[in-house]
Each structure stands twice: as structure tokens, then as C-alpha cells.
């Protein structure tokens, strides 16, 4: 059985920063990308940072590029997300995504979603 399982929220002042952590359980092998998405209260979910299976390549919104940092640990099965200079507009809860891809068809998990608040 697939899961997913975030850690590593709370709440910290502007300016600050947090480590997200995203343990992944289930997977036979470490080929999927691995992605954090974030939602705001009355906002839609939208993706924050992505990660290919070697780490070979990222991704990031542009809000967050050069204060987040994705990376994983694939011997460990587990994903982050460094988060720097933390601003409340940050503030959302986080979920960590696995996408996992076949010959046709791809398939995405998800984790429960750990609240990251930021105040000012």
C-alpha cells in the first residue's frame, strides 16, 4: 500500500525557515518524480517545487525560486523541502505528491498535508 507522510510544519515568524520532510512507503522502486504543493485557505492547490527521480533535475514557481529547495534522499524513500526567508504569504498547508508513470498511463499519491504558518 502506497502512502505518503508529511512532517516538519508549525509556525515560525517571517524570515525564518522550516524542513519539510515527506517519507514515502509502498513504491517497489524510486522511479516517480516527487513535487510539494501548497493551499491557501479559499485558494486553489498549486504547485511549489519538483523533483525528478535522480534529483538530476528541479523545478520551482517563481515565488519561491532562490528561498525553497527541493532534494531527495532515495535510499531513504523520503523527499524535502528547505524552505528559507519565509514569508506569510507562505503560509498554507503543503502536501507532498508522488507521480508515477507506466507506459500509458501516470498515477498520482498523495500525502495528508502538514500546515506551515507563517506570521508577521
Known amino acids: 500500500q502506497v502512502q505518503l507522510v508529511e512532517s516538519g510544519g508549525g509556525l515560525v515568524q517571517a524570515g525564518g525557515s522550516l524542513r519539510l520532510s515527506c517519507a514515502a512507503s509502498g513504491f517497489t522502486s524510486n522511479y516517480y518524480a516527487m513535487a510539494w504543493f501548497r493551499q491557501a485557505p479559499g485558494k486553489e492547490r498549486g504547485s511549489v517545487a519538483g523533483?525528478?527521480?535522480?534529483?538530476?533535475?528541479?523545478y520551482y514557481e517563481d515565488s519561491v525560486k532562490g528561498r525553497f529547495t527541493i532534494s531527495r534522499d532515495n535510499a531513504k524513500n523520503t523527499g524535502y523541502l528547505q524552505m528559507n526567508s519565509l514569508k506569510p504569504e507562505d503560509t498554507a498547508v503543503y502536501y507532498c505528491?508522488?507521480?508515477?508513470?507506466?507506459?500509458?498511463?501516470?498515477?498520482?499519491?498523495w500525502g495528508q498535508g502538514t500546515q506551515v504558518t507563517v506570521s508577521s
Open positions: 523533483i525528478n527521480w535522480s534529483g538530476s533535475s528541479t
Open positions: 505528491n508522488v507521480r508515477r508513470c507506466g507506459q500509458f498511463t501516470c498515477s498520482d499519491y
